[in-house]
């Protein structure tokens, strides 16, 4: 049986904090593990990342070549039509701003983007800035009508 005052850590498993700075006797004085000046003795010393001592560093020294889409890429908030099943009624006219509402798109300022994935099985009016091929066969097999704003 273990009493409260019988407890203890496990050994090993408390290690006592470096003590720096306290006289030659503690192994760490002086200097406090920190060797001879240079900017890694100092007060928040030391370099940033990628910095080689003054040298051309490495992201600099290598060519840029290629194209990069990042710039011209076209950004969508993205909506299957099996959300827009489970939410809406037959007959609803949909747009941005019912989907916000909704709280199925997060942001009015971004285009849409309605996406084939699930099924349709009611007559929908939807207005979205772009539609799947496969998304605007099902809106039209169901019955509704797809808009491109």
């Known amino acids: 049986m273990i009493l409260l005052n019988d407890l203890h850590p496990a050994?090993?498993?408390?290690?006592?904090?470096?003590?720096?700075?306290?006289?030659?006797?503690?192994?760490?004085?002086?200097?406090?593990?920190?060797?001879?000046?240079?900017?890694?003795?100092?007060?928040?010393?030391?370099?940033?990342?990628?910095?080689?001592?003054?040298?051309?560093?490495?992201?600099?020294?290598?060519?840029?070549?290629g194209f990069n889409n990042y710039r011209f890429a076209k950004v969508f908030q993205i909506v299957n039509i099996a959300?827009?099943?489970?939410?809406?009624?037959?007959?609803?006219?949909i747009n941005s701003e019912v989907l916000l509402n909704a709280r199925i798109i997060r942001k009015k300022n971004i285009p849409v983007k309605i996406l084939g994935e699930g099924d349709l099985t009611k007559a929908l009016k939807i207005k979205a800035s772009a539609f799947s091929k496969s998304a605007s066969e099902k809106i039209k097999a169901a019955g509704g009508s797809c808009e491109v704003i």
């Open 11 to 65: 050994k090993g498993s408390n290690k006592k904090p470096k003590r720096l700075g306290q006289g030659p006797g503690s192994g760490n004085g002086k200097t406090a593990g920190k060797g001879n000046k240079g900017d890694k003795a100092r007060t928040g010393g030391g370099v940033r990342p990628g910095f080689e001592g003054g040298q051309m560093p490495l992201t600099r020294r290598t060519p840029k070549r």
């Open 83 to 93: 959300e827009l099943d489970k939410k809406f009624n037959a007959g609803d006219e």
